[in-house]
C-alpha cells in the first residue's frame, strides 16, 4: 500500500508539470514485508503502465530488484523511467557494450538485474554495517541522452540509523562516517575511468540524520538528564530529559528506538528550517554534489496511521532523509536553463495524506536544447554505433 500511494501521489505531480521524462526511484520496493508482498509488485506495475494517468507515456523502462533469495545481491531497488510521445530521439546507455540505444516501447525488468546492461547494480559489501546482518542497501544506476544531453540517474539506498542512544554519543555520529564512507563509494564507482564522464543525478533515501547530539543540546539546553541502565548489563537504555523547574516536566525520552519529545511544532513550523543548521552530513561532499535550497519539513519517520498525514512517529528524530543530489555539472545544466520563470521546483509530495513512513520528494525542471554541449561530447554521445 505504501507504493500504491506514492505512485498516486506522483502521478498528481505528474498531472501538475506535465514532465517529458520522468523518473521515479522506490526503495524497500515490496515493503518490510518483501517475501509475502512481491507477488504483488508485477501485476501493479502492468497497471501503472497502462493506466490512464500514464497514456501519454509510450516508451518506459522499469528496474525492480525483486530477487530476495539471493542475499548476496538483493537491494529492493526499483527504478521506473517514463517519455512522453512528444519527446524524440531519446537514447540509454548500454554499459557491456559501452554504447547508446535508441528507446523504443515499455519494458520491465526484475528478478536478476545482474544480467541487464542497460545498467549498474551494487549492494554494498557486509563489512560497511556489520551489526545488519542482510542490509538491502546499495544503488542502481543508469545513463540517457536526451536533446544533446548526457546524464547518470542513480537510486541509493543508504544505511539507517540502529539505536538513538547510539547516534547521541557522538557528533558526527558513527551512522554518519558509514553512510559518508558508502556514499563516497558510490561517487568514486560512477566517475571512475570506465566511461565518459557525464553529469549525474544522485536520488532515494540517504538516510541523512541531524546531528543528534547537537539537536539533544540544543532542544533540552535548560533541562536535567536522567540516565536508566539495565539492571543485569548496566547497559544505558533510556535517557530523559526533564525542565529544571516548571514541575521537572518531560521534554524528552531517549531510547534505542524512541525519540519522543513533547513538541512536534518545532519540526513542522516553518518547514523545520531552524532545524537545517543541524543537517550536516552532506557537508563533506560540498566539492562534488550540489542540492538545492531544502523549503519542506523532514521526510521522516511519519506516523503510517493513514488519518495522521502531518504527524511524525516518535521512533526517531526527524530528518530530511530522502533528497535529490547533483553533480555541480547538472547543477549548471539545469540553471542555464531558467529564465525569469520559475520551472525549478523541489518539493515533497503529499504534505496533508499519509504516504508511509517517508514523505516522497521531487525535482522538476526543463533542460533547454544544447544546453548539455559543453559537459559532453555531444557528436559521440547521442551516437547509434
Known sequence: AKHLEILFGSCQVVHAHKPHFMALHCQEFGG???????????????????????????????????????????????????????????????????????????????????????????????????????????????????????????????????????????????????????????????????????????????????????????????????????????????????????????????EKKLFDYFNQDVFRDNNGTALLEFDRELSVFKDRLYELDISFPPSYPYSEDSSQGKQYMNTRCPAWCDRILMSHSAKELILKSENDEKIVIYDHIGPNVCMGDHKPVFLSFRIAAGAGKPIANVHKCCVVQ
Open 32 to 254: 518490510k514485508n518483501y517475501e509475502a508482498s512481491m507477488s504483488h509488485v508485477d501485476k501493479f506495475v502492468k497497471e501503472l503502465l497502462s493506466s490512464d494517468a500514464m497514456k501519454d507515456y509510450n516508451r518506459a523502462r522499469v528496474y525492480l530488484d525483486e530477487n530476495y533469495k539471493s542475499q548476496e545481491h538483493f537491494t529492493a531497488l526499483g527504478s521506473f523511467y517514463f517519455l512522453h510521445e512528444s519527446l524524440k530521439n531519446i537514447y540509454q546507455f548500454d554499459f557491456k557494450a559501452k554504447k547508446y540505444k535508441k528507446v523504443t516501447g515499455k519494458e520491465i525488468y526484475s528478478d536478476t538485474l545482474e544480467s541487464t546492461p542497460m545498467l549498474e547494480k551494487e549492494k554494498f559489501p557486509q563489512d560497511y554495517f556489520p551489526e545488519c546482518k542482510w542490509s538491502r542497501k546499495g544503488f542502481i544506476r543508469t545513463r540517457w541522452c536526451i536533446t544533446d544531453c548526457a546524464f547518470d540517474l542513480v537510486n541509493i539506498h543508504l544505511f539507517h540509523d540502529a539505536s538513538n542512544l547510539i547516534a547521541w554519543e557522538t557528533s558526527p555520529s558513527v551512522y554518519s562516517g558509514i553512510r559518508h564512507k558508502a556514499l563516497g563509494y558510490v561517487l568514486d564507482r560512477i566517475i571512475d575511468q570506465r566511461f565518459e564522464k557525464v553529469s549525474y543525478f544522485v536520488f532515494g533515501d540517504f538516510n541523512f540524520r541531524l546531528d543528534a547530539k547537537a539537536v539533544v543540546e540544543t532542544l533540552c539546553a535548560k533541562a536535567t538528564m536522567q540516565t536508566i541502565r539495565a539492571a543485569d548489563t548496566n547497559e544505558v537504555v533510556k535517557l530523559i530529559f526533564r525542565e529544571s523547574d516548571n514541575d521537572r516536566k518531560v521534554m524528552l525520552q531517549l
